[in-house]
């Protein structure tokens, strides 16, 4: 088995790289003062492929798949680690849309996703539940063909730079009583708060028709396997972030001190 990476992925990797180098940390003294995601990089990170990397060309991406969005996460922190850590939460949201939406949802969604003029969010906690999907509060009532959400979300990555949200709520009891729905953020009755460090909260007010659903009840319960297995990957992919960090400063610094280093006379 050839484990090499492919020539595509390795001009990924490359350009990648020169973008994080260069780009980001000119922004980072104002990340870290505000909190906020340096939004005039989404429409250049775009054209280099990095937001629809795994979204199909069809729907304005470029299709490369999971290996490379993995070298383009990988790349990017290197240099700061906040940049993945959204990126994440935007390919989720992707992936969401292109593998649950109807066909009218891709063109209209995940184009403006690939862009960059727009960010991927997918709304799960819920202030009592943290990632707890199971014991999740917020609720959708089905009157007439529209919905009624009526609940709160907090800590949701991306969701001040995004113009609409994949939220899940409760449309029944127990685990498979679970639905999504794409929520505009100009729909009537929603709140949203002021956002801090990236994340940000929001509720719906009841009574306010809003949304539609996204997926059926048999494809929620294969959406909750799907969220559950992207969630242990987002976790292994921080610690990737993590490692390849702390290797590229101790690289750095090591080879700084080799060079200067003197023995023997």
């Not at 240099?79 to 891709?106: R, S, W, Y």
């Not at 003029?117 to 009592?128: I, K, L, N, R, Y």
């Not at 943290?130 to 999740?136: H, K």
């Amino acid at each position: 088995m050839d484990f090499r990476f492919s020539e595509r992925e390795e001009m990924l990797r490359k350009s990648v790289r020169e973008f994080a180098e260069n780009e980001i940390p000119p922004k980072m003294e104002a990340m870290e003062k505000t909190g906020d995601f340096p939004a005039e990089l989404l429409k250049p990170m775009a054209d280099l492929g990095i937001m629809g990397v795994i979204t199909p060309p069809e729907y304005g991406g470029v299709g490369l798949g999971y290996v490379a969005r993995t070298i383009a996460l990988e790349e990017l922190g290197r240099v700061c680690g906040a940049m993945p850590m959204a990126l994440q939460v935007h390919h989720m949201g992707c992936a969401v849309i292109n593998d649950f939406g109807t066909e009218e949802q891709k063109k209209k969604y995940l184009v403006p996703l690939a862009k960059g003029e727009t960010m991927g969010v997918v709304a799960v906690t819920d202030p009592t539940g943290g990632s707890d999907v199971v014991g999740m509060k917020t609720s959708a009532e089905l009157r007439g063909d529209k919905y009624i959400l009526n609940g709160r979300k907090c800590f949701i990555t991306n969701s001040h730079n995004s113009d609409f949200w994949v939220v899940i709520a409760r449309t029944a009891e127990g685990a498979k009583g679970l639905s999504a729905f794409i929520v505009e953020k100009d729909f009537p009755g929603i709140m949203n708060d002021e956002a801090k460090f990236g994340l940000a909260k929001f509720f719906f007010m009841r009574g306010k028709d809003m949304g539609f659903d996204m997926t059926n009840k048999k494809d929620m319960q294969r959406f909750m396997l799907y969220y559950n297995a992207n969630i242990i990957a987002d976790r292994l992919s921080k610690s990737d972030e993590a490692v390849s960090q702390t290797v590229n400063e101790g690289i750095s610094s090591k080879s700084h001190y080799t060079k200067k280093r003197k023995k023997r006379g």
